[in-house]
Each structure stands twice: as structure tokens, then as C-alpha cells.
């Protein structure tokens, strides 16, 4: 069986790290017998955008939705698009038209990486935030009233469906189960009264098809404390989408440099393909001088063989970079070297084994 993949470099240093995420990708499914094909599209970025005035194709949704998985760069170059057309015009239209209703944000404490919690916190630091994508605090529903008056005010409704709340608390409890069997919610349900007690009520529920799964909960203002203090605390973290969009930066920002940092946008039944890109954005400032970080675009690739089933190929490639980046020979300059992009994709794919 061959898995198709989409290839989507974008702009800036989206398409420097590609080739090494591509680069990594192959030579793993090389020596574990996967399969895999590979088509790259020039839309969702900048120079699409200049020639075609939008960011897709009209015909975007049946152009990808065959493919098993969506392999993303980074898209946005202000100077020529603003940055809320670009993002609203691409990567939030797969993420809406492909119900990628999970955000998946691993949380590692990788050796040779400057990070603030860098060799400072006992324990080992290896957890997941999942974010719930599409629904709750971020609902359009609100508006002004009295506007003008001394009664002005303004209503933001957070909606949270109960089909919305099960699907993304089943989905961590089910990656709680092939991880360490443990998971965390993020509530607050002292101070918001209705929305985070109902959350609360589903996690506890679900939690009955999952008895080996030990669950526990803290309030979002101590959770965030303790992302700093005992990150050797969490497995698998699920969070509503304002409260996970919080932890899922505060996370990998306590434990590496942006450049390290991988991201799923998950649509976990397969009826849609999933997106996989590093955390970072476009990178402006460094684009074209070849020095970008590949681990985060390189990781993304890892997670996504993941997805697609191959969890050894996925393992032997975030294996390889550890090691990498242990050794400490072959850095680019955020991790404090003098290497290039390629040179460090190419050190990577290199320690790829299949052992
Ligand atoms: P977004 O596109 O998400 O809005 P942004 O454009 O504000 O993000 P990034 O493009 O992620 O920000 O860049 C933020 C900073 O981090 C920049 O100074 C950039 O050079 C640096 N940076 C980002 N990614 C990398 C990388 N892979 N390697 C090295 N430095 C990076
Ligand atoms: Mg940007």
C-alpha cells in the first residue's frame, strides 16, 4: 500500500526545511518498506497569491482530499500579503474544509537545545498537548449592544457541542492509552460556570470506556504554572481551544527554540487528510540564507508517518535527530553553530536506522 502525500512548502523558509523534512521522511520509509508518493503544490503562498490574487485554487478541497496526508512548510510574506489573508486564505481553510479538529503539539526536552527549562527540570519531559480545533471560546456568536450608550457591552459565547467536547476528549483518552496512561484536562470550572463544568462532566464520563487511563485535572491558571514547574508531571494534556491554544505555545516554548517545534492538525477518522507542519511561521528575517532549523519541518514528518501507521519509522527519525542534537557537531545558528539547513537535514537522515 502506498500513502500519498501532499506537498505544500509555502513561503520563506517553509521551502528550505521541506526538502530536509522530505529528505528524512524518504530515507525512513526507505528502510522500513513504506511506501509512499509525493506530489508538491505551489499554492498557499506569497507568489500564488501575486499571480492568482488568492491564496488556493477554487478548486482546492477536491484537489487535496484524496491524498492520505497533507505535508505543510509555512506560509505568510507580509511584505506582499498581510498576514491575516495569507493564514485566513490557507492553512485555516484546510483546517476547517478537512475538519482537523485536533491540534497536536508533542512537549520534549531535547539534549542540545538551548530552551529555558533546559537541564533544569528533574524527570523526563515527554508529554502531548491536544487542543480542541474548532469550536468553544472561538465562536462567532457575540456582538456589541447599546453601542453609544452608558449601557454599552459587548457578548463573546464560548459554544461547546457535546459532540464537539466527546470527539477531542476521546481522541486524548484513546492517545493516553498507547502513551503512558495518564491525562490531564485543563478546566475552569471555578470561575466559568456552565462551559467548563459541562467539559469537566464529558472528560469524567468518557473516562468510564478508558479505566486504566488515570485522569487528572487542574484549573488553566495553575495548569500553566505547572507547565513550568513539573513538566515532568504530564502524558497526554486536552484542553478546550482558548486553553490549548495557551498551553500548546507555552509547551514546546519551555522546552525548545521555535525552530524544533512540530504541529498536527489531526482529523482523526481518515475521512479527511491531516495536516502536518513545523510550529514556526515563514521566518522573514532569515528566509533565503539558508540557516533555518529543519527539526521542527523534519518532526512534522515523523508525526505524520505516525498518523499513517508507522509508529517504528516515526520513532527512528525523532531517534535520529535526538542523537543529532545530543552530539551537538552539526547545529545551526539558533542551536549556536555554523551549519546550514541542509547540512544538518542531511546529518539527520543520515542516523536514521532501522534498529
Ligand atoms: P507566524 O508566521 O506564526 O505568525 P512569525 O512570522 O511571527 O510567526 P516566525 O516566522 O515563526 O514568526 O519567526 C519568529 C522568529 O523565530 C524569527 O526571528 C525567525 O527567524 C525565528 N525562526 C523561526 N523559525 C526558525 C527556524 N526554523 N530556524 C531558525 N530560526 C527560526
Ligand atoms: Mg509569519
Known amino acids: 500500500m502506498t500513502h500519498s502525500i501532499a506537498v505544500i512548502p509555502g ?17 525512513a520509509a526507505e528502510l522500513f518498506g513504506i511506501g509512499l508518493s509525493f506530489e508538491e503544490f505551489d499554492f498557499a503562498s506569497a507568489a500564488y497569491w501575486s499571480k492568482h490574487g488568492q491564496m488556493l485554487p477554487d478548486n ?42 485536533v491540534s497536536l503539539r508533542p512537549v520534549r526536552l531535547l539534549p542540545g537545545v538551548p530552551a529555558p527549562l533546559a537541564g533544569r527540570v528533574p524527570g523526563d519531559i515527554d508529554f502531548v498537548v491536544v487542543r480542541e480545533n474548532t469550536e468553544g471560546e472561538y465562536s462567532d456568536i457575540g456582538g456589541r449592544i447599546f453601542e453609544g450608550t452608558d449601557r454599552e457591552a459587548v457578548v463573546q459565547q ?41 467539559w469537566d462532566e464529558r472528560v469524567a464520563a468518557l473516562g468510564a470506556a478508558h479505566p486504566d487511563v488515570r485522569v487528572d485535572k487542574f484549573h488553566i491558571d495553575i495548569l500553566s504554572a505547572h507547565f513550568v514547574l513539573h513538566p515532568d508531571w504530564f502524558d497526554v494534556v486536552v484542553a478546550s481551544n482558548l486553553f490549548g491554544d495557551i498551553l500548546s505555545d507555552l509547551g514546546p516554548a519551555c522546552t525548545g527554540t521555535i525552530g524544533v517545534a512540530p504541529s498536527g492538525n489531526i482529523n482523526p477518522g481518515g475521512a479527511h487528510p491531516s495536516l502536518f507542519e513545523p510550529v514556526h511561521g515563514s521566518a522573514p528575517d532569515i528566509a533565503g540564507q539558508g540557516i533555518a532549523n529543519p527539526v521542527g519541518q523534519i518532526w512534522a514528518g515523523a508525526m505524520m508517518l505516525d498518523h499513517l501507521g508507522h509508529a517504528d519509522a516515526a520513532a527512528a527519525i525523532v531517534d ?20 546550514t539547513c541542509t547540512e544538518l537535514g542531511r546529518e539527520i537522515a543520515a542516523a536514521i536506522t532501522a534498529e
Not at 459554544?159 to 485543563?186: C, F, N, P, Q, W
Request: proline share 4%; with cysteine; hydrophobic share 35%.
Open 11 to 27: 513561503d520563506g523558509i517553509g521551502t528550505e526545511v521541506m526538502p530536509e523534512g522530505l529528505r528524512c521522511v524518504r530515507r
Open 60 to 101: 482546492w478541497f477536491d484537489t487535496l482530499k484524496d491524498f492520505d496526508a497533507l505535508y505543510f512548510g509555512a506560509v505568510g510574506w507580509p511584505e506582499t500579503v498581510p498576514d491575516h489573508v495569507s493564514l485566513w486564505g490557507s492553512l485555516l481553510q484546510f483546517r476547517r474544509g478537512f475538519d482537523q479538529y
Open 158 to 198: 464560548t459554544v461547546m457541542t457535546r459532540t464537539g467536547v466527546d470527539r477531542i476528549v476521546r481522541y486524548a483518552y484513546e492517545l493516553a492509552e498507547r502513551r503512558g496512561k495518564h491525562l490531564t484536562s485543563a478546566t475552569k470550572s471555578n470561575g466559568i460556570s456552565y462551559s467548563m463544568p459541562y
Open 320 to 339: 535520529a535527530f535526538e542523537r543529532v542534537l545530543a552530539r551537538g557537531e552539526v547545529r545551526t545558528p539558533d542551536l549556536g553553530g555554523t551549519a
